[in-house]
């Protein structure tokens, strides 16, 4: 049986066998101690075949890092990419939003794929976001903008449809002010497209 709490300086592993005070994973989100104590477990019960120090436990907690995971691309304003592509995934999404509010608005930048949960991730985001810039994914699965923005429009949420995600990641990014953030969510492809076009334009880390 595991045991997971944070601490002052950290957060504290506890099973059977004892405990141990690690410092706080990279990774943003509750739900990643929960991750680490699971890959803390499977180090520790391989041990006696593959020895790792405790140095190297802690130096993999605070280095590791996973993009498009609750990944800031930048500050004022905060842009995060967030791949949420179920509602499993957009349940994570709103605990971190929720927990890290902004001074401002959240805008999303949204697609997402035909075969996937639509309407359960809309739903579960929807209290965190006041607009929504929608396009479709340039892939032979891609949900159409307006296929997605008619979704929208049932739960009366205000949305604005691009011809791809290239614009609408633009049109957040001039509607947003320093205190607000934009979420760019959906999709590994819609998270893909975000980081690559942060990373191609001149966009400065802070501008108003």
């Known amino acids: 049986m595991l045991y997971v709490a944070k601490t002052q300086s950290g957060w504290r592993y506890q099973d059977e066998h004892g405990v141990l005070d690690l410092p706080m994973p990279r990774l ?107 396009a479709g994914i340039d892939a032979p699965r891609g949900e159409p903008a307006f296929g997605i923005q008619q979704r929208l429009n049932v739960l009366e949420a205000s949305s604005n449809v691009y011809d791809n995600l290239d614009e609408a990641f633009d049109a957040a990014y001039e509607a947003a002010g320093k205190n607000d953030r934009i979420i760019v969510f959906g999709s590994f492809y819609t998270v893909a497209a975000a980081m690559a076009r942060s990373q191609a334009s001149a966009h400065p880390t802070s501008r108003r």
């Open 28 to 134: 943003h989100g509750d739900f990643q101690l929960n991750n680490a104590a699971c890959a803390v477990r499977a180090v520790l019960d391989l041990a006696k075949k593959l020895p790792v120090s405790m140095v190297d436990i802690c130096t993999a907690l605070v280095q590791t890092d996973l993009a498009g995971r609750f990944h800031e691309l930048q500050v004022a304003p905060q842009v995060i990419v967030d791949v949420a592509h179920n509602p499993q995934a957009a349940h994570a999404l709103a605990h971190n939003l929720a927990k890290h509010p902004c001074q401002g608005k959240t805008l999303a930048v949204f697609a997402m794929l035909s075969d996937k949960d639509i309407d359960g991730v809309i739903r579960i985001l929807m209290p965190y976001i006041s607009f929504w810039y929608v």
